[in-house]
C-alpha cells in the first residue's frame, strides 16, 4: 500500500491519472473500517486532507457550491437555510465524531444506497462536479447513481464541488433506523418543495440498489397540486392526495431484506415518512411559506 | 513511512508506518499512548475519540498519513489542555493548545503511576466523572470525557438533551448512562461557580 | 525475559479517613481511568513483541480436507504458523466439559471457529499470512435447532462423549436436561378457573463489553509463560491453559490485566491458551488483540431460547400451576450450557408462590456460535416468558397485572418448585409497590416552546421521523428473580491473603485475592472492608494474579458476597492475630486486653467502650500480619435429575421494572421513556456503585428488549451481523432516566447481609418494556427484541 499526499488539487487529479485504482480518503469513516476490518487493501491511498479547496463551500445566488470534504457539522450548523434538507440529513449522520469527518463527497464516492446524503441531494436537485486532469464536468445527480455502490466516476476523476440549489421551499428529511442515534438507514426519505417551478422532488435512500427518485409519485402530485391550485391557495393537501402521494413513494422503492429490515417494512416505512414530511413542508409552505430552515 | 505530528502539545515523530494504519495504532502502539481505546475500530463506539486541530474525531477513522503536521490531543493530555484554557480563557477550540512551555515539560508516561493518582491535576470533567461514580470498566471513559470536555467548551450550559445529543455518538456498556449525565451536569455546574467566582 | 514491558499491573493504595462499608466511596482506580493510564490488556506492550493472529473458519459445520501453510510460512516478519498439529499438549480445554480444540481438528462445529494461528512481526504481516493459508473444508449439513438436533438421522456435533451428563441425556445433542417435577400440574389444572399458553421466543444477546478479548504472553526463562490477561476467573483459566501447554500450573503465571468489561463473556477462554503457545514456540513476548468483528465469535452468548408455558389460575388471581418447557441452544461447545439449564429450569417459575409445576429445561448442541454465561444466566429468558404469562393472565381475569402478581408473590419462607425453602428476605411485592407508586414521567415531553418538536425526545431520535404523529405511551410492569453465588452443589469458595503492617509510622493493610474487577467496583468493596474490619485508613490493592488462591468467578452475582466476605474473614483473624501480639505486649498494663471485646479503630485497639488501648502501630512495630484464608458459602445441592428436587441455590435476588415508553405505532420505532427499578440489595456496601450497577443492568435488559440480536442464518448457521454497526447496543439517546429505589433487607446468612445485586436488574428490564410496548399498541408479542417489523405487521 502507497500513501500518496498531495499538497494541491492539481497534484491531486495528477496522481488520480497516474494511479487510477488509487482510493480517496478524506474523512475516512468509509474507507478506514474497511481497512481495519481487512475488507479492502488498495494499492494506493490518496490524501484529500490537505486541499483546502474541498473543505469550502460559497452560497452564490441560485446555487450552493459546497466542497466535497465539507464535514456534516459545518452543514448542519451553516447551511440549514439554503440546503435545509441536506442539513437534517447531516444531522443524522452517524455521531457527532464522524459529522465531523465525513462530507458528502464520501457519500458519493462510496455510493452506497444507505448514504444518508442521496435523498436530500435527490431532492433539492443537485450537480456533481467531478475533474480529472482531462478536465471537468457536470453530472446531475440523477445520472450519478449507476448501480450498487457504482457511480458515475471515470478511474481518474475524483469529486470536486456538489452544486445544490438554494431552497426556494420547505424540505425534509428523515431516516429509519432501529436506534435513537448512530444509526445506518434502514430506509430515508427526503422532501423538497420548489414553489418557485411548482413543482416536488423526492429521494429515496436504501430502499432500492440505488438512491432513486420517486418520479411517479412527484408527477403525481405535481399535478395534484396544480389542479387543485394548491399553490396559490394555500389550502391543506387532502388526505387522499397525501395517501396517494404515500402509496405512489412506497411503490417506487425496491427494497430487499437484509438483517436490517425487510422489504415489506422498508415499503411501508417509505410511505409513512412521505406522508408525514408533505404534511410537515406543506404546513411550513402556508405557514410563514418562507421558514425554510428544516425543523428539527 | 514517517510521520510527524503534535500530540498534547508535543511533536512526535513515528517511522515505518504502515500506509494503513490508523492514528489510534500509532497513538497506542508507537507513541506509548494507549489512553485511546480500540473498542470497535469501526467508528462505532467513540472510545477513540481524540481532538484532531481542536475537532473530536474517531481516531480509529484517521488515517496516521493524514495527521502529518497536525495537533492531537489525547485523554493523556486532557488535564493539561483544560488547564491551558482555562488560564487563557476565551480563546476558541483548536487555538489554545497547549504553549511550548507546556509542551515541553510534557512526557508521555505509560503505566508510570501506581498510586491512585489522588493529587494529580485533573480537569474539572475528569474531576466529575470519578465523583459522580461515572466509572465502572471505564473503557469508553477516555473517549467519552474528550467529547464531553469539548461539548462543555462549546456549550458550557447544557440541557440534557444536549448532553446526550453530544454524547451519542460514545458507547458505554457498563453504567446505563446516568451517572455520566450526572457527571457532565456536575462538571458544567462546577464550571459555572468557578466562573462566577472569577 | 529481557526488554521492557508496559501495563503490567501494580498495587493501587488509597487513603481515605471514610470510605469503610455502607458508604460512597470512589474508585481507587478511579484517577488511573480518567487520565488514560490505567492498563487495559490491549495496552499491554513489550519491545520486540509479536502479535497474534487467528484464522477462522469461514463455514460453520466441516471436515477439515486439508490445511496448507507453506505459503503464509515463507512470508518475511512471519515466524510461526500453527495448526492443531503443532500443539504441544491437550488440545482440547472447557470449563464445564473438555468439548473446546484450542485449534480445530477433523472438523469445525461453528462458524469462527480458530484453525490456524500466525504470529508475525507487525499486525498486519499476520494478517496477510494468515490470508495465505489454504484450508480445504468438506460441509456438513447444519444442526440448528432441536428439530434438527434431535432428528433420527442428525449428524452429532460431538461424538463419543463421555461428560458428566452424556450418561442421562436423551440424545447426544443434548447437553443436559433438567426436569423439575412438583405436586401435580395436571391435577390442580382441574382448579384453574382460566389458563393461558404462551410460546416465547428469545434472541441471541452478547455481552458486547467494550474493551476485546486480548492480552501479552511473555516466555519465561524457565520453560513457564507470564500471561497479562483480561479474565472473569484466573484459576478457572488456569485450570484450562496448563494442560494445554503441557506445563504445570506453577509455570503459568498469571496476571489480571484491566477489563473493559465482561458480563459473562471472559468466563470462558479466549486468547490465554493461543497466545502463550506462540510465546512458547517463538521464544517472544506475543501480543492479541481482537478487533470488533472478531470478538463476536471469540467469546460465548447470552443462549437464544424458545419456551413453552402455561399457566392457570382460579377466577381471583390465584395462581394453580405452571407447566413450561424450556429449549436453550447451546450452540457448538458446551461452555457453561449446562449451568444455564439448571438455572432456567430452577429458576423458571419467577418469584411466585406455583405449588404444582412441571418444568423442563434443556440445552442444545448446534452448530451455531456457542453461548454460555450472560448477566442473569439463565433466569433472564424465563422471566421474559414468564412475565409476559403474567399479563396475559391478567388480562384475561380482567385483574390489574401488578395486583395479580402481589397476590401471588413468594415472600419468606415460600418453597420453591425444586423444595428449597426461600429463607431470607423476598419482598416481591413490596418491589412492585415501590416501582407501581413513582410518579408518572410528563407526557409529550418532545413539545418545544416553538412549533417544532425536540426529536431527541420522541421515538425515532435523531433520524427525525416523528414530531408527535403516531406516538402512543404504553406502561408496563416485571419482576423476577436470580440466585446468587454458583449453585448445585459446587464448591464454591474464594480467598483472600491480608497483611497488616505498619509504614512511615502508619498502619496499612494490603488486600491481594485473585478476585477479577471488571468495573464492578470489587477493588473499592475490598478497601472498604478492610477499612472497617482493620481500622485502617490507607488500603493497598495488590493486584489480581496466581500467586494467591483462587477468588472464583466474577459473576453470578457472588463476587462481593464471597471475595468480600473471604476478605472479611481474613481480615477478622488478622485482627485476632494482632490483638494476641497486643495482649502479650500491654495486656499487663491494662485489664481491658483480657476481658473487654476489643475493636480496631481509627488506627487503634479500642474496647467497645471506645476507650483506646494502643495504636496499632505500637502493637506491630516493624512486625507485620499476614493471613491467607479461603472461605465459603453455606454448601448446596445438586438438583435431583428426574424431580428436580434439592436445596440448589445460595441466595436469592429480586428485582422490579416499571417501564414508560413511547411507540411510534405507525413506524414501529420505541423510546423509553423510564425505566424505573426497585431491588433489595441486602446491604448497599457502596451505594454509588450499587445504583451504577442497577442502572447499567438496567439498560442491558432495554437493549435486549428492542435492539440487541446476534442474528445467525438458519440456513448456513454463519453469523450475519459481527459488528457494532448491526449489532446495536442502547446509545445515550436510547437510554432513559433510570430512579433506583433499593431496599436493604439483610441476609442472616450473608456477609454484612449483602444480596448480589448485578444481575437481577437484567432481568425484568426487558419483560417491563416488552409489557410497555404491548400496553402501547395492543400487539401480543412473544420475541426479543421487537422490531419495526413486529410492530407494523411487515415482517
Not at chain 3, 347 to 363: K, R
Request: charged share 20%.
Amino acid at each position: 500500500m502507497d500513501f500518496l499526499r498531495p499538497a494541491s488539487w492539481e497534484e491531486a487529479l495528477a496522481a488520480k491519472a497516474e494511479h487510477p485504482t488509487a482510493v480517496p480518503i478524506a474523512g475516512g469513516t468509509d474507507i478506514m473500517v474497511e481497512i481495519n476490518f481487512d475488507h479492502r487493501r488498495p494499492e494506493y491511498l490518496l490524501d484529500l486532507n490537505r486541499i483546502e479547496l474541498l473543505r469550502e463551500w460559497e452560497v452564490g445566488e441560485e446555487n450552493v457550491r459546497l466542497g466535497a470534504s465539507v464535514p456534516y457539522t459545518q452543514i448542519m450548523e451553516n447551511l440549514r437555510t439554503e440546503l435545509p434538507g441536506l442539513a437534517l440529513a447531516s444531522h443524522t449522520v452517524a455521531s457527532p465524531q464522524i459529522r465531523n469527518r465525513g462530507g458528502v463527497g464520501g457519500n458519493l464516492g462510496t455510493a452506497s444506497p444507505a448514504g444518508d446524503a442521496h435523498p436530500a441531494l435527490l431532492a433539492a436537485g443537485a450537480e456533481v462536479e467531478v475533474e480529472s486532469v482531462r478536465g471537468s464536468r457536470f453530472i446531475p445527480i440523477d445520472e450519478f447513481y449507476t448501480g450498487v455502490k457504482r457511480n458515475a466516476l471515470q478511474p481518474d476523476e475524483l469529486i470536486k464541488t456538489v452544486h445544490v440549489k438554494k431552497a426556494d421551499g420547505p424540505q425534509q428529511y428523515s431516516k429509519v433506523g432501529t436506534r435513537n442515534a448512530m444509526v445506518i438507514a434502514v430506509c430515508a426519505f427526503g422532501l423538497a418543495l420548489h414553489p418557485e417551478t411548482r413543482t416536488v422532488r423526492t429521494g429515496i435512500g436504501s430502499a432500492a440498489p440505488t438512491p432513486i427518485r420517486a418520479k411517479e409519485a412527484e408527477a403525481f402530485l405535481n399535478a395534484a397540486l396544480e389542479e387543485g391550485g394548491f399553490w396559490d391557495n394555500g389550502k391543506i393537501i387532502t388526505p387522499s392526495i397525501a395517501k396517494q402521494f404515500a402509496d405512489l413513494c412506497s411503490g417506487a422503492a425496491n427494497p430487499i431484506d437484509d438483517v436490517r429490515g425487510t422489504a415489506k417494512y422498508r415499503r411501508h416505512a417509505v410511505g409513512i415518512m412521505a406522508r408525514r414530511q408533505l404534511g410537515w413542508t406543506w404546513e411550513q409552505y402556508r405557514g410563514s411559506g418562507r421558514t425554510l430552515e428544516g425543523a428539527a | 513511512m514517517r510521520v510527524n505530528f503534535t500530540v498534547n502539545g508535543r511533536p512526535q515523530e513515528a517511522d515505518d508506518v504502515w500506509e494503513g494504519e490508523s492514528l489510534l495504532y500509532v497513538l497506542r502502539e508507537r507513541m506509548g499512548l494507549p489512553g485511546s481505546k480500540n473498542a470497535c475500530e469501526q467508528g462505532e463506539c467513540g472510545s477513540c475519540t481524540v481532538r484532531l486541530d481542536g475537532v473530536p474525531v474517531c481516531s480509529c477513522l484517521v488515517a496516521a498519513g493524514q495527521v502529518e503536521g497536525r495537533e492531537v490531543v489525547t485523554v493523556e493530555g486532557l488535564a493539561e489542555f483544560a488547564k491551558d484554557r482555562a488560564e487563557h480563557s476565551g480563546c476558541a477550540a483548536g487555538t489554545c493548545g497547549t504553549s511550548l512551555d507546556a509542551a515541553k515539560r510534557w512526557e508521555a508516561k505509560p503505566g508510570q503511576d501506581s498510586q491512585t493518582g489522588e493529587g494529580v491535576e485533573l480537569s474539572p470533567i475528569q474531576q466529575a466523572f470519578i465523583d459522580a461514580g461515572a466509572v465502572q470498566c471505564g473503557f469508553c471513559t477516555p473517549g467519552l470525557l474528550v467529547a464531553a470536555d469539548e461539548m462543555l467548551e462549546r456549550n458550557p450550559s447544557p440541557t440534557d438533551a444536549d448532553i446526550r445529543e453530544a454524547l451519542s455518538g460514545n458507547l458505554c456498556r457498563c453504567t446505563g448512562y446516568e451517572k455520566i449525565l450526572d457527571a457532565v451536569r456536575l462538571a458544567a455546574a462546577r464550571q459555572e461557580r468557578q466562573g462566577e467566582a472569577v | 525475559m529481557a526488554g521492557t514491558t508496559t501495563g503490567i499491573p501494580r498495587d493501587v493504595t488509597q487513603n481515605h479517613v471514610k470510605g469503610g462499608i455502607g458508604e460512597s466511596t470512589l474508585r481507587p482506580d478511579g484517577t488511573l481511568k480518567v487520565t488514560g493510564e490505567f492498563a487495559y490488556s490491549s495496552d499491554m506492550w513489550h519491545e520486540d513483541m509479536l502479535w497474534g493472529q487467528i484464522l477462522r473458519s469461514t463455514v460453520a459445520h466441516a471436515e477439515i480436507v486439508s490445511i496448507d501453510t507453506s505459503e503464509a510460512l515463507a512470508m518475511d516478519g512471519v515466524y510461526a504458523v500453527l495448526t492443531h498439529e503443532d500443539l504441544p499438549a491437550a488440545k482440547n480445554y472447557g470449563m464445564e466439559f473438555q468439548d473446546t480444540p484450542v485449534l480445530a481438528y477433523g472438523k469445525v462445529r461453528h462458524h469462527g471457529e480458530p484453525v490456524v494461528l500466525v504470529a508475525a512481526d507487525h499486525p498486519e504481516t499476520a494478517r496477510r499470512a494468515a490470508a495465505k493459508v489454504k484450508i480445504e473444508y468438506r460441509e456438513l449439513p447444519v444442526i440448528t435447532d432441536e428439530a434438527s438436533a434431535t432428528a433420527p438421522d442428525a449428524i452429532l456435533v460431538h461424538e463419543g462423549r463421555d461428560d458428566h451428563h452424556s450418561g442421562h441425556v436423551p440424545h447426544p445433542n443434548i447437553v443436559h436436561r433438567q426436569p423439575i417435577i412438583r405436586g401435580n400440574a395436571d391435577e390442580a389444572a382441574k382448579r384453574a378457573d382460566v389458563i393461558v399458553t404462551g410460546e416465547y421466543t428469545f434472541g441471541m444477546q452478547d455481552q458486547a463489553f467494550l474493551g476485546p478479548e486480548s492480552g501479552l504472553a511473555v516466555p519465561a526463562e524457565d520453560g513457564g509463560v507470564d500471561l497479562y490477561v483480561a479474565t472473569q476467573w484466573l484459576h478457572s483459566d488456569l485450570k484450562q491453559i496448563a494442560p494445554c501447554l503441557g506445563l504445570p500450573e506453577e509455570k503459568v503465571r498469571m496476571t489480571m490485566a484491566g477489563v473493559g468489561g465482561a458480563f459473562g463473556g471472559r468466563e470462558d477462554i479466549s486468547m490465554q491458551i493461543l497466545a502463550s503457545i506462540l510465546a512458547l514456540r517463538t521464544g517472544k513476548p506475543v501480543k492479541m488483540v481482537y478487533n470488533r468483528y472478531e470478538s463476536f465469535f471469540g467469546h460465548v452468548h447470552r443462549h437464544p431460547a424458545k419456551l413453552w408455558y402455561e399457566h392457570g389460575a382460579t377466577k381471583d388471581g390465584k395462581l394453580t400451576h405452571m407447566k413450561c418447557k424450556i429449549v436453550l441452544d447451546g450452540g457448538a461447545y458446551a461452555s457453561s450450557t449446562a449451568s444455564v439449564v439448571g438455572n432456567a429450569s430452577s429458576l423458571s417459575v419467577g418469584p411466585y408462590v406455583i405449588d404444582d409445576v412441571e418444568i423442563e429445561a434443556i440445552g442444545l448442541y448446534t452448530n451455531n456460535p456457542p453461548c454460555g454465561a450472560m448477566r442473569g444466566f439463565g433466569a433472564v429468558q424465563a422471566c421474559f416468558a414468564y412475565e409476559a404469562q403474567m399479563d396475559k393472565l391478567a388480562a384475561k381475569l380482567g385483574m390489574d397485572p401488578v395486583e395479580l402478581r402481589q397476590l401471588n408473590a413468594m415472600e419468606q419462607g415460600t418453597i420453591m418448585p425444586t423444595g428449597q425453602v426461600v429463607d431470607s428476605p423476598a419482598p416481591v411485592a413490596e418491589l412492585l409497590r415501590i416501582v407501581k407508586s413513582r410518579p408518572m414521567p410528563p407526557e409529550r415531553q418532545w413539545e418545544t416552546a416553538g412549533e417544532s418538536a425536540d426529536v431527541r425526545a420522541l421515538p425515532g431520535g435523531l433520524s427525525n421521523t416523528s414530531h408527535g404523529e403516531g406516538v402512543v405511551r404504553g406502561v408496563g410492569y416485571a419482576v423476577g428473580i436470580k440466585n446468587v453465588g454458583f449453585s448445585e452443589g459446587f464448591d464454591d469458595y474464594s480467598t483472600a491473603k491480608i497483611r497488616l503492617e505498619v509504614i512511615n509510622g502508619e498502619a496499612v493493610a494490603t488486600v491481594h485475592t485473585a478476585m477479577a474487577e471488571v468495573g464492578q467496583g470489587g477493588v473499592t468493596i475490598h478497601a472498604q472492608i478492610a477499612r472497617t474490619e482493620l481500622g485502617v485508613q490507607q488500603v493497598t490493592i495488590h493486584p489480581a494474579d496466581t500467586q494467591v488462591g483462587s477468588a472464583g468467578s466474577t459473576s453470578a452475582g457472588r463476587q462481593t458476597y464471597m471475595t468480600g466476605g473471604a476478605i472479611k474473614n481474613s481480615c477478622s483473624i488478622v485482627r485476632e492475630k494482632l490483638l494476641e501480639i497486643g495482649r502479650r505486649k500491654f495486656g499487663s498494663y491494662h485489664p481491658a486486653w483480657a476481658n473487654a471485646e476489643l475493636l480496631l479503630e481509627g488506627g487503634k485497639v479500642v474496647t467497645d467502650g471506645g476507650e483506646a488501648l494502643a495504636t496499632i502501630a505500637d502493637v506491630l512495630e516493624d512486625q507485620a500480619v499476614e493471613v491467607e484464608e479461603e472461605w465459603r458459602h453455606r454448601p448446596t445441592q445438586a438438583f435431583d435429575l428426574v424431580t428436580g428436587q434439592g436445596d440448589g441455590h445460595v441466595q436469592y435476588a429480586f428485582a422490579a421494572h416499571r417501564a414508560v415508553v413511547e411507540v411510534d405505532t405507525e413506524l414501529g420505532l420505541v423510546k423509553v421513556i423510564e425505566l424505573a427499578c426497585a431491588q433489595d440489595v441486602g446491604k448497599a456496601l457502596n451505594p454509588l456503585s450499587v445504583i451504577g450497577q442497577i442502572q447499567g443492568g438496567t439498560t442491558q435488559g432495554l437493549g435486549v428488549a428492542v435492539m440487541e440480536e446476534i442474528i445467525v442464518d438458519p440456513k448456513t448457521a454463519k453469523v450475519r451481523n459481527p459488528s457494532f454497526t448491526d449489532y446495536l447496543i442502547p446509545t445515550i439517546l436510547d437510554t432513559p432516566t433510570i430512579p433506583v429505589d433499593y431496599l436493604e433487607l439483610a441476609d442472616p446468612n450473608a456477609p454484612y447481609g449483602v444480596r448480589g445485586i448485578g444481575e437481577a436488574p437484567t432481568l425484568s428490564s426487558t419483560p417491563a418494556v416488552l409489557a410497555a410496548i404491548r400496553a402501547a399498541t395492543g400487539l401480543e408479542l412473544n420475541k426479543t427484541p421487537v422490531r419495526p417489523e413486529a410492530l407494523t405487521g411487515t415482517l
